[in-house]
């Protein structure tokens, strides 16, 4: 499905992230992935670059910060000088900082918008212009059902995920005429580290309320991020696709 395409994605060191970056290189692309912590993204790589279906794919891989602009900036250049383009942007990287309001600090407030939201700003601001150079582009960005929901003890990252689908709905309509489409995830659920440490009497309680009755693997989030990267999503822009089992509806 991404046969000569080439793609970056942030987080793609471990959960939804590493899943997306092995589904898009089973599926011919070739892909930068970026994280912070060098060793992680590493072990990631060593086990993307395994599932390489041609000898001409490229994985490459860039540990930074994803909310530090300059930084964004400076690896975006380094990617398209080794890939010539940017077909498929991910926004994934992400973090939960949570607190109830009264005790939230602003560094877990600034800190979850930063990685969340302004990282976002970052990456589009950088690949829109050689995106729309080529009149073609893919961009997906992950946000959560907790940004169309909201939840208690997490007014930051509702915040940041609220956040993103606003910005990209904004971005599609600036880049439609340039035949970019841009499109949001809204997991729900999903077994990951980002949610193996909530409490088990929570676990239980969504659980009942999630009509497939099951939680969600980074398999479900990554077969539809693979739909909306390949030429199969061509008419679709603008959207907030949620994965989440039904809990939302
Ligand atoms: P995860 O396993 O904790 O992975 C998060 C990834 O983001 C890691 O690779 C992490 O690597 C990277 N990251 C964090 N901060 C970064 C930064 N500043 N710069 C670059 N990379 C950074 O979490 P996940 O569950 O797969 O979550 C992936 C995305 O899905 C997030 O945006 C999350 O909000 C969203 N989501 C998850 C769920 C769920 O249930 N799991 C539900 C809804 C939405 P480093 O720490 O090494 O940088």
């Given at each position: 499905m991404l046969k000569n395409k080439f793609a970056v994605v942030t987080g793609?060191?471990?959960g939804i992230g590493k899943q997306i970056a092995k589904d898009f290189v089973i599926n011919g692309a070739s892909i930068a992935i970026i994280s912070r912590d060098e060793k992680r993204l590493n072990e990631a790589f060593l086990e993307i670059e395994?599932?390489?279906?041609?000898?001409?794919q490229k994985i490459i891989q860039i540990a930074l910060d994803v909310s530090k602009f300059s930084l964004v900036e400076n690896a975006f250049q380094n990617i398209l000088k080794e890939f010539?383009?940017?077909d498929i942007l991910v926004n994934n990287a992400g973090i939960t900082k949570d607190n109830l309001l009264m005790k939230m600090t602003e560094d877990e407030f600034d800190s979850v918008i930063d990685i969340n939201l302004k990282s976002v700003y970052n990456t589009c601001k950088v690949v829109k212009r050689p995106m729309m150079k080529m009149d073609k582009g893919k961009i997906i960005n992950i946000s959560s059902i907790i940004g169309l929901i909201g939840n208690a003890g997490q007014t930051n990252y509702a915040a940041s995920k609220a956040a993103v689908i606003g910005f990209s709905k904004s971005l599609a309509k600036e880049v439609g005429s340039r035949n970019i489409n841009v499109n949001v995830i809204a997991p729900g659920y999903i077994e990951t580290k980002m949610t193996e440490n909530l409490k088990d009497e929570f676990k239980v309680k969504l659980l009942s309320m999630i009509p497939l009755k099951r939680f969600g693997n980074t398999k479900d989030v990554s077969n539809l991020c693979l739909f909306l990267a390949?030429?199969?999503?061509?008419?679709?822009?603008g959207q907030v696709y949620s994965v989440d089992g039904g809990l939302v509806t």
């Open positions: 793609a060191s471990s395994k599932e390489k279906i041609s000898d001409s010539e383009r940017i390949s030429e199969m999503s061509d008419y679709i822009t």
